[in-house]
């Protein structure tokens, strides 16, 4: 007998009720196949994965940050780097940066290649995401799961050359060998797993550290039970700061640019957050209650003819870990707004896990195991993750950068310098714009009106300290002021390329034309194109004369 029968209309089935127990009986045939091939479709959904993840990796234009990486990991050698984060211009941890050199030793130079490391850690994380809800419900809901998450902003992540997609793979990680280290398997491995999964998180970013929350609390529960503390798993746990230690004085550094930072913590910006580490899937969440709700509608009326299946135990302290994950955002919040005063929602990526995992698990249980739920998570869920691809693929160097390199061109005949406002699409034109354009482009630094306009000036300080590797146009503001009375400015509404550029949050970095406004510099418009500006910039003898603009169809 199937789970599917356990239903029986006492009066005339309708049309949709049939359809239901139809749906249902092979719904019940795949999560039999599910359960006993699900090394087969693990590997298939990997390959579907790694195939699509490898063709955004090889398309997508390096944005501002990732710009970051491609030149930090380019430094002659591994001291150079060292010296580079010691600037504190880039507050990624060492390791990250070597892992990143071996990619690009080992596969060549290339945005692919600079990206395999995230795309391997987000894949870890969804085959850790597998197993850990497998293990308490069924191979189905375990894809489901893994699905769930990568319809999340981990899927953005995951070909992005920065160490957020490292971190949910050693996050999740270091979830699983948990769980089994509290149930006494597999010790010492286990511990060796989770003490190594830990250190292998704050050794990609600092603010991993996070990660140790939730295990630290679902510990907790576990004492709370146990009433004795496991002292072997306490050790791992806390043995994971280690790589800390060795990494200080960059630290230190790095900590210098948590003042004046562009992005700080705020209550009001958690929800926020969790829009933007969680976007598309609320829809498929919505779409799975929706569907929850007309299977319980059209069960209405059918009486039970056996009891329903004993489920998994799922212990408390393992609820508590998906709680914990699913709560760092605000976690995340609190900790900064009395430490570092620096904070973005990719902090706290492994968010994700949390909300992946306890969405297959409800929904695991309020259908008491069924498997129809289960096929129309992963169903979605798929199609949620194909549409994310298609929507990815037009974007290009040419799409982002070639209609802005035509614009820069058409519009100035002179050889005159061309500064652009953003530094963000600064980075991006000065890479990928041709040659005879790219040589043309400036940025003007200026950390104290960076400071005085917009509240922040990392970003200029940044460019400034990481020149020496960068080796771009970045001049002294002033200095340029003062040695160039004439030159255009190239100011853009918008970011050319990274998250921002998806509207998850819009920060100002456009201080220059405010600056030279106050400083009655001559600004005329030559061009206008959407919310792409040219102006030519002059300097005006009589310091009284007002500032002119000169609008030309």
């Given at each position: 007998?199937?789970?599917a029968d356990e239903i029986v209309p006492v009066g005339d089935q309708g049309a949709l009720t049939r359809l239901l127990r139809w749906l249902e009986r092979r719904a019940d045939v795949w999560q039999s196949q599910c359960d006993r091939h699900y090394p087969v479709l693990l590997a298939m959904?990997?390959?579907?994965?790694?195939?699509?993840?490898?063709?955004?990796?090889?398309?997508?234009?390096?944005?501002?940050?990732?710009?970051?990486?491609?030149?930090?990991?380019?430094?002659?050698?591994?001291?150079?780097?060292?010296?580079?984060?010691?600037?504190?211009?880039?507050?990624?941890?060492?390791?990250?940066?070597?892992?990143?050199?071996?990619?690009?030793?080992?596969?060549?130079?290339?945005?692919?290649?600079?990206?395999?490391?995230?795309?391997?850690?987000?894949?870890?994380?969804?085959?850790?995401?597998?197993?850990?809800?497998?293990?308490?419900?069924?191979?189905?809901?375990?894809?489901?799961?893994?699905?769930?998450?990568?319809?999340?902003?981990?899927?953005?992540y995951s070909y992005e050359a920065r160490p957020y997609g490292l971190v949910l793979g050693f996050a999740a990680m270091a979830w699983v060998c948990w769980a089994v280290a509290a149930e006494g398997r597999g010790r010492p491995w286990s511990l060796i797993g989770v003490w190594g999964s830990l250190s292998a998180a704050v050794g990609s970013h600092y603010y991993a550290v996070f990660v140790f929350v939730p295990l630290g609390i679902a510990e907790c529960v576990r004492l709370y039970h146990n009433r004795r503390p496991d002292w072997s798993?306490?050790?791992?746990?806390?043995?994971?700061?280690?790589?800390?230690?060795?990494?200080?004085?960059?630290?230190?550094?790095?900590?210098?640019?948590?003042?004046?930072?562009?992005?700080?913590?705020?209550?009001?910006?958690?929800?926020?957050?969790?829009?933007?580490?969680?976007?598309?899937?609320?829809?498929?969440?919505?779409?799975?209650?929706?569907?929850?709700?007309?299977?319980?509608?059209?069960?209405?009326?059918?009486?039970?003819?056996?009891?329903?299946?004993?489920?998994?135990?799922?212990?408390?302290?393992?609820?508590?870990?998906?709680?914990?994950?699913?709560?760092?955002?605000?976690?995340?919040?609190?900790?900064?707004?009395?430490?570092?005063?620096?904070?973005?929602?990719?902090?706290?990526?492994?968010?994700?896990?949390?909300?992946?995992?306890?969405?297959?698990?409800?929904?695991?249980?309020?259908?008491?195991?069924?498997?129809?739920?289960?096929?129309?998570?992963?169903?979605?869920?798929?199609?949620?993750?194909?549409?994310?691809?298609?929507?990815?693929?037009?974007?290009?160097?040419?799409?982002?950068?070639?209609?802005?390199?035509?614009?820069?061109?058409?519009?100035?005949?002179?050889?005159?310098?061309?500064?652009?406002?953003?530094?963000?699409?600064?980075?991006?034109?000065?890479?990928?714009?041709?040659?005879?354009?790219?040589?043309?482009?400036?940025?003007?630094?200026?950390?104290?009106?960076?400071?005085?306009?917009?509240?922040?000036?990392?970003?200029?300080?940044?460019?400034?300290?990481?020149?020496?590797?960068?080796?771009?146009?970045?001049?002294?503001?002033?200095?340029?002021?003062?040695?160039?009375?004439?030159?255009?400015?190239?100011?853009?509404?918008?970011?050319?390329?990274?998250?921002?550029?998806?509207?998850?949050?819009?920060?100002?970095?456009?201080?220059?034309?405010?600056?030279?406004?106050?400083?009655?510099?001559?600004?005329?418009?030559?061009?206008?194109?959407?919310?792409?500006?040219?102006?030519?910039?002059?300097?005006?003898?009589?310091?009284?004369?007002?500032?002119?603009?000169?609008?030309?169809?």
């Amino acid at each position: 007998m199937t789970k599917a029968d356990e239903i029986v209309p006492v009066g005339d089935q309708g049309a949709l009720t049939r359809l239901l127990r139809w749906l249902e009986r092979r719904a019940d045939v795949w999560q039999s196949q599910c359960d006993r091939h699900y090394p087969v479709l693990l590997a298939m959904i990997s390959t579907l994965y790694f195939s699509t993840t490898s063709l955004l990796a090889v398309r997508k234009p390096m944005w501002n940050d990732e710009l970051f990486t491609y030149f930090i990991v380019q430094a002659t050698t591994p001291a150079s780097i060292w010296d580079a984060l010691y600037t504190g211009a880039d507050q990624n941890p060492y390791p990250f940066y070597l892992l990143t050199r071996l990619s690009l030793a080992v596969f060549g130079v290339s945005e692919w290649a600079l990206r395999f490391p995230e795309m391997v850690g987000v894949w870890m994380a969804a085959v850790c995401l597998f197993h850990l809800v497998k293990s308490r419900s069924s191979a189905l809901y375990g894809f489901a799961a893994m699905m769930c998450l990568l319809v999340t902003n981990a899927q953005f992540y995951s070909y992005e050359a920065r160490p957020y997609g490292l971190v949910l793979g050693f996050a999740a990680m270091a979830w699983v060998c948990w769980a089994v280290a509290a149930e006494g398997r597999g010790r010492p491995w286990s511990l060796i797993g989770v003490w190594g999964s830990l250190s292998a998180a704050v050794g990609s970013h600092y603010y991993a550290v996070f990660v140790f929350v939730p295990l630290g609390i679902a510990e907790c529960v576990r004492l709370y039970h146990n009433r004795r503390p496991d002292w072997s798993l306490w050790a791992a746990i806390v043995g994971g700061l280690l790589p800390l230690a060795f990494l200080w004085p960059l630290i230190q550094q790095a900590r210098g640019y948590s003042r004046g930072f562009w992005a700080t913590p705020s209550w009001k910006g958690i929800p926020d957050t969790y829009s933007t580490l969680l976007m598309p899937a609320p829809l498929l969440f919505m779409l799975l209650l929706i569907t929850a709700g007309v299977v319980a509608y059209l069960q209405q009326g059918g009486r039970a003819r056996t009891p329903a299946p004993a489920l998994p135990l799922i212990p408390d302290h393992e609820w508590a870990a998906a709680l914990a994950f699913a709560a760092l955002p605000v976690i995340g919040v609190a900790v900064t707004l009395c430490t570092t005063g620096a904070f973005t929602p990719r902090y706290v990526l492994p968010t994700v896990l949390g909300i992946s995992a306890l969405v297959a698990l409800t929904l695991f249980r309020l259908c008491n195991g069924r498997a129809l739920l289960g096929v129309v998570g992963v169903v979605i869920a798929a199609v949620g993750f194909v549409m994310l691809t298609v929507r990815a693929l037009p974007y290009t160097a040419a799409s982002a950068v070639g209609p802005v390199a035509e614009f820069l061109t058409v519009s100035t005949t002179d050889e005159l310098p061309i500064v652009v406002s953003d530094p963000h699409n600064f980075m991006m034109l000065a890479h990928y714009a041709p040659r005879d354009l790219s040589s043309r482009l400036v940025y003007l630094a200026d950390p104290e009106a960076s400071l005085r306009h917009m509240g922040h000036d990392t970003m200029d300080r940044g460019l400034v300290d990481l020149n020496p590797w960068f080796r771009m146009n970045v001049k002294e503001s002033r200095e340029f002021q003062q040695s160039c009375g004439r030159f255009v400015l190239y100011v853009h509404g918008g970011f050319l390329g990274g998250p921002l550029a998806n509207g998850l949050s819009v920060p100002d970095f456009n201080w220059l034309l405010s600056d030279l406004i106050l400083r009655e510099w001559h600004l005329e418009l030559l061009r206008r194109k959407e919310n792409h500006l040219l102006f030519l910039v002059t300097r005006v003898p009589d310091e009284g004369q007002k500032v002119r603009r000169m609008v030309q169809p």
